[in-house]
């Protein structure tokens, strides 16, 4: 299966709109294609959650620029290298840098200077970042200085609902023109949407999938929308069972139409259930994130309510990762970065 399977628009929403019987049909066989196209190994992505401070005022996150109940942070130089070398020691393979957005230069230094201390001590870890929309010259010294691959979330791909969830002062085209930087550089490019999120149709998300189709998407970390309380979406209509179920139905999705990317089982499928990861990765995911930020930070970093593990050390993380991934008969990749192989495809081209 060279490009995964050719689906109708109306055979997308279809499936996305799947439960019951029909439902756990479509998990399957996502899973299936997913041992087939990637295998049966899970990689590991030490999630470093570095800094809250942003300059954006998304409505639905918890640490946007206007929330004043939020204690702001960045951690130091020091304490990011425990956390890769923690990382480094359970043999996690890769890591990601995530934080608030900013475009600042004393920001972009800081992060262009921790990729390049990252990789002289521990060359053999991946090293992700996601730092929000930066200008192709900060991407390219990203690039230069050893980071491979970025995660730029697109909420969603539709203009007109990114217009709503975001202030004026956003650009959707300019998001999907970091994108394309991205990609020319020559990062393996992720991106994602939140699922289920206010004024969000079902057609919507079909549009996502070939989106990310369309651009060739590497990876792909997209999750439920989870209400937080101290932004202004708190008096939106919100319903836990059905984002659970549409997240899932889109990762199974997206396997099928994109065989060989990386697809992330996230942390806020947790946020909805207890079990929730698991079942993503039962729907044909093949990433997981354990988080390896300092347990004092952890509490200050909730871009949602309910997120999971922020009592819990990196150890007791790292522990109940491990135990999930075999519980649904997948192996645990100790020590593989886990390249993307859609990427090492399309380079080949």
């Known amino acids: 299966m060279a490009s995964g399977i050719c689906i109708s628009k109306q055979e997308i929403i279809e499936n996305l709109q ?3 019987k029909k439902q756990g049909e479509l998990h399957k066989k996502a899973s299936c294609i997913r041992d087939s196209s990637v295998s049966k190994n899970v990689y590991f992505r030490g999630i470093i959650e570095f800094s809250n401070i ?33 990382c480094d020691k359970a043999k996690y393979g890769s890591i990601v840098l995530q934080s608030g957005e900013l475009q600042t230069k004393k920001f972009t230094d800081f992060v262009t200077g ?8 521990f060359p053999k870890i991946g090293i992700t970042l996601c730092v929000g929309e930066q200008s192709k010259k900060v991407y390219q010294k990203f690039f230069d200085a050893g980071a491979r691959r970025y995660l730029l979330r697109i909420e969603t791909s539709n203009k007109e609902h990114y217009s709503k969830l975001h202030p004026n ?12 930087n991205l990609k020319k550089i020559g990062f393996q490019t992720g991106t ?3 699922i289920g999120s206010p004024f969000q149709t079902t057609e ?3 549009d996502d999938l070939l989106f990310f189709k369309k651009i060739g998407a590497d990876m792909m970390g997209m999750g439920p929308y989870v ?9 939106q209509c919100f319903n836990p ?49 354990p988080i390896v930020t300092p347990k004092k930070y952890r509490e200050d970093y909730q871009l949602y309510k309910n997120k999971p593990c922020i009592n819990e050390s990196s150890e007791d993380c790292m522990k109940c990762i491990i135990a999930r991934i075999k519980s649904v008969g997948l192996t645990p990749a100790f020590g593989k970065s886990g390249t993307s192989l859609h990427f090492l495809r399309r380079k080949k081209c």
Not at 169 to 177: D, H, L, T, W
């Open 114 to 121: 921790i990729v390049k201390t990252i990789k002289k001590k």
């Open 204 to 206: 919507n998300l079909a």
């Open 227 to 235: 209400l937080h309380e101290q932004t202004p979406f708190s008096s």
């Open 54 to 86: 942003c300059a954006n005022d998304c409505f639905y996150c918890g640490i946007r620029k206007s929330n004043n109940k939020v204690k702001r942070y960045l951690m130091s130089k020091e304490e990011i290298l425990e956390c890769v070398e923690f």
């Open 241 to 289: 069972s059905n984002n659970l179920n549409l997240s899932l139905n889109m990762v199974a999705m997206l396997r099928l139409m994109m065989p060989y990317i990386n697809i992330a089982s996230t942390t806020a499928l947790q946020a909805l259930t207890p079990n929730g990861r698991e079942l993503g990765l039962q729907a044909g995911a093949n990433v997981i994130m």
């Open 18 to 20: 799947a439960k019951g």
């Open 169 to 180: 002062e956003m650009s959707f085209e300019s998001r999907k023109k970091c994108l394309e």
């Open 192 to 194: 994602g949407v939140m």
